[in-house]
């Protein structure tokens, strides 16, 4: 069996960032073969309102990767100032007596899960299960193979509008890529932590990106919670430029240096934004 290349795409609102990789056929990392960070050529709060401007920075990446091998798959990463966090408890009878807990009624609880929380214009973007609960255990991070008569489930679940998604998988298939799995942003930046003991400690990460600030708390590998805040780099830029009667590429220059900002009164807007 040929190992084909895969792409791993960070799909971002001011960015694509793009890795290839040849899997490894008995683990979940691969063999880097390149890699690519290409900005859009305009920046916009609507990025995904043109999904061929998407698709074709998309592409540009893929070229700057300097992997000449075809790639036909792709796993993206995605944040979007819309995302909607929630923990939600669902609970399912299993049978009158103490059964065997099996990997189709951890499906079905997540199926329920999902239905709970799930609004009529949007997707689930990442599903979570935190604790399961049953007669004689509790708090178990998985449930197989013990007895139960009833099943009790914490889910974390993320959602994205539908338009959003959609808009996204046409951006990327658009540049001839057929989508393998869309994830949330997050926990890919959290696997990619090197620091052993850090990820098996409660852990706060924050990911500011172009239009929205997302915020997790890990434990043990385990995204506990998330939020996705409307706020991010981009945002901040054009506060700059409005308030200080400059470019935009002036502005995004002054709010990458942050709070190491040698103007004065825009180190005071950024510590004022940050805070």
Known sequence: MVVQPLVALDVGATK????IGLPHERSTGFELMGSSLVPYPVLTEAWLADPLLVGHTVEQALEASGVTAE???ALVTVNHPA??????????????EPVTVRSHDLDRLQTHAVNQVLGIDRDPLMVEPVTFSGNGFEGVRDPRGLSATRLVGTYHIVTIPIAAR???VQAVESAGLEVAR????????????SDEPLMRKRALLVDVGGLATDLG?????TLLGSTSLPWGGL???ATIAKEFQVTMDQA?????????CRRDEVRTLIEQHWG
């Not at 869309?182 to 932590?193: D, F, G, K, N």
């Not at 708390?217 to 590998?221: D, K, T």
């Not at 995004?252 to 190491?260: F, L, N, V, Y």
């Open 217 to 221: 708390l890990f434990s043990e590998g």
């Open 235 to 237: 945002t901040l830029a």
């Open 182 to 193: 869309l994830t949330y942003t997050l926990p890919a930046v959290w696997a990619s932590v």
């Open 16 to 19: 694509v960032a793009c890795a």
């Open 252 to 260: 995004i220059a002054w709010s990458r240096e942050g709070t190491a």
């Open 71 to 73: 790639v036909h798959r």
């Open 83 to 96: 995302l909607m966090s929630e923990r939600t408890r669902v609970v399912m009878t299993l049978a009158d």
């Open 166 to 168: 959609r808009a996204l």
